[in-house]
T-cell receptor, first 115, second 115 residues
Framework: AQTVTQSQPEMSVQEAETVTLSCTYD???????LFWYKQPPSRQMILVIR??????QNATENRFSVNFQKAAKSFSLKISDSQLGDAAMYFC????????????FGQGTTLQVKP | DTEVTQTPKHLVMGMTNKKSLKCEQH?????MYWYKQKAKKPPELMFV???????INESVPSRFSPECPNSSLLNLHLHALQPEDSALYLC??????????????FGEGSRLTVL
């Protein structure tokens, strides 16, 4: 069975600094996808970034980028130039080869951004 | 503006009541989901509908009854709930197949309290 582990329950970063959130996963599948979702307090969860396992190039979306290490089964999220609006709970998620979005979520990391 | 709309935002019900949660999306997505989320925990998948047919039921108790009347609507009928069922119920939608199936669009949720 696939598992996703986020080992940092809480993180904090100073505004304008860079922070990296860790995620590891376990799977025997060769075809899969990885995601980072953001859930601000009392607001809806939104997709931050995605990575297809077959792509070697790390995904980037503006200030958000990932470090995807397939052999190590690691998928960390880097947030550059942190902003107050980045404060949220971040979930790493795994999707296997099924046609529907049955996601396996990590336990989440709460990110605090200090002004 | 959220593209997945959930009503009601808050619901308080007794253990003998019957109520329903409603979800609507107009993005043309053919997969829809119900998740249950407890505070500071990841979402737990309950049901998945694909092309208006129930494709995944994660062994959810029968006091939760999903319904998908058409491709835009998803309901969750509630009956004889227990206090431990109090949680945030999230609806989501996505395309079917490939990486897009993992790109879930979430509603803001319905916060349910069972007395």
């Amino acid at each position: 069975a696939q598992t996703v582990t986020q080992s940092q329950p809480e993180m904090s970063v100073q505004e304008a600094e860079t922070v990296t959130l860790s995620c590891t996963y376990d799977t025997s599948e060769s075809d899969y996808y990885l995601f980072w979702y953001k859930q601000p307090p009392s607001r809806q969860m939104i997709l931050v970034i995605r990575q297809e396992a077959y792509k070697q190039q790390n995904a980037t979306e503006n200030r958000f980028s990932v470090n995807f290490q397939k052999a190590a089964k690691s998928f960390s999220l880097k947030i550059s130039d942190s902003q107050l609006g980045d404060a949220a709970m971040y979930f790493c998620a795994y999707k296997g080869s099924s046609n529907t979005g049955k996601l396996i979520f990590g336990q989440g990391t709460t990110l605090q951004v200090k002004p | 503006d959220t593209e997945v709309t959930q009503t009601p935002k808050h619901l308080v019900m007794g253990m003998t009541n019957k109520k329903s949660l409603k979800c609507e999306q107009h993005m043309g997505h053919r997969a829809m989901y119900w998740y249950k989320q407890k505070a500071k925990k990841p979402p737990e998948l309950m049901f998945v509908y694909s092309y208006e047919k129930l494709s995944i039921n994660e062994s959810v108790p029968s006091r939760f009854s999903p319904e998908c009347p058409n491709s835009s609507l998803l309901n969750l009928h509630l009956h004889a709930l227990q206090p431990e069922d109090s949680a945030l119920y999230l609806c989501a939608s996505s395309q079917v197949g490939g990486v897009r199936a993992g790109e879930l669009f979430f509603g803001e949720g319905s916060r349910l309290t069972v007395l």
